[in-house]
T-cell receptor
Framework: NAGVTQTPKFQVLKTGQSMTLQCAQD?????MSWYRQDPGMGLRLIHY???????DQGEVPNGYNVSRSTTEDFPLRLLSAAPSQTSVYFC???????????????FGEGSRLTVL | AQSVTQPDIHITVSEGASLELRCNYS??????LFWYVQSPGQGLQLLLK??????LVQGIKGFEAEFKRSQSSFNLRKPSVHWSDAAEYFC??????????FGAGTTVTVRA
């Protein structure tokens, strides 16, 4: 029962470097999303996808790109890392039942990113 | 736009005592409301949710929450806290489109 798997769990980057956070889910969920968690601010939505080939911006999309080529995978790309992107990143997936949104998000264990 | 306020940043409670975590939301229509729990170093896990119907909802681990439309609140309660309930708790509101807005979280410490 893998659920939502994120890699890497920890990463240190220098300002200006690029990297990709990987996210995979094995539950055949149509919806996937990326959140960042910062102290005192809860979780903020970066990007989301309602199905393969469909992505959209969330609350804080600047500096991040996503793509959804398959149902299972939803990578998050940092094009040119900045210290402000130091955070813990969570990938989440969800599903509908009978066409009704269940509203339940299944989270990965998080990826802690530090940008120096 | 929807938003959530959790007024309490940190709560300390004795083991066996009752717990109540406050959540106030802002949303123009009937909201989808959730409580999630995050143990240290882990992702978030759903405790309970409210979509419609009975305003008192039961969740996992002995938690319950009550939706009060007149107060725009969705407070989480547990009658008797266990040491394993020490964690961070997040209230979230959605509009039925998967995009949730989370509160800043309340950290619960349980003392013996």
């Amino acid at each position: 029962n893998a659920g939502v798997t994120q890699t890497p769990k920890f990463q240190v980057l220098k300002t200006g470097q690029s990297m990709t956070l990987q996210c995979a889910q094995d539950m055949n969920h149509e919806y996937m999303s990326w959140y960042r968690q910062d102290p005192g601010m809860g979780l903020r939505l970066i990007h989301y996808s309602v199905g393969a080939g469909i992505t959209d911006q969330g609350e804080v999309p600047n500096g991040y790109n996503v793509s959804r080529s398959t149902t299972e995978d939803f990578p998050l790309r940092l094009l040119s890392a900045a210290p402000s992107q130091t955070s813990v990143y969570f990938c989440a997936s969800s599903y509908s039942r009978g066409g009704v949104n269940t509203g339940e998000l299944f989270f990965g264990e998080g990826s802690r990113l530090t940008v120096l | 736009a929807q938003s959530v306020t959790q007024p309490d940043i940190h709560i300390t409670v004795s083991e066996g005592a009752s717990l109540e975590l406050r959540c106030n939301y802002s949303y123009g229509a009937t909201p989808y409301l959730f409580w999630y729990v995050q143990s240290p170093g882990q992702g978030l896990q759903l405790l309970l949710k409210y979509f419609s119907g009975d305003t008192l909802v039961q969740g996992i681990k002995g938690f319950e929450a009550e939706f009060k439309r007149s107060q725009s609140s969705f407070n989480l309660r547990k009658p008797s806290v266990h040491w394993s309930d020490a964690a961070e708790y997040f209230c979230a509101v959605g509009a039925g489109d998967y995009k949730l807005s989370f509160g800043a979280g309340t950290t619960v410490t349980v003392r013996a």
